[in-house]
Nanobody, 123 residues
Framework: QVQLVESGGGLVQAGGSLRLSCAAS??????MGWFRQAPGKEREFVAA????????NYADSVKGRFTISRDNAKNTVYLQMNSLKPEDTAVYYC??????????????????WGQGTQVTVPS
């Protein structure tokens, strides 16, 4: 059974940090990414990483504050989030592609999704 299970969300004060984890199982994945969805808004791209980890891509809103990484031996992808802001409040979703061709911000190209983890940064 293919699964992506996120963890690490929670409530953190502005300026604080959180590290999200996404444990994958059931198959080997290619490119992986993080998306988020705030209340009343559409799901948006946050970051993506190639299978090798050598290529990454970030949304402008998180560039310089968030870092995506992966450990293929553990089938896990991480999102280190620093200098968190109230506008980072959202449900964060892990996503995976079965291939690793080019990093895309388009959610339609990701084949598997996790259930999401809530991140709340009070204003």
């Amino acid at each position: 059974q293919v699964q992506l299970v996120e963890s690490g969300g929670g409530l953190v004060q502005a300026g604080g940090s959180l590290r999200l984890s996404c444990a994958a199982s059931g198959r080997t994945f290619g490119d992986m990414g993080w998306f988020r969805q705030a209340p009343g808004k559409e799901r948006e791209f946050v970051a993506a990483i190639s299978w090798s980890g050598s290529n990454t891509n970030y949304a402008d809103s998180v560039k310089g504050r968030f870092t995506i990484s992966r450990d293929n031996a553990k089938n896990t992808v991480y999102l280190q989030m620093n200098s968190l802001k109230p506008e980072d409040t959202a449900v964060y979703y892990c996503a995976a592609k079965v291939n690793s061709d080019y990093l895309t911000r388009n959610s339609r190209f990701y084949h598997y999704w996790g259930q999401g983890t809530q991140v709340t940064v009070p204003s």
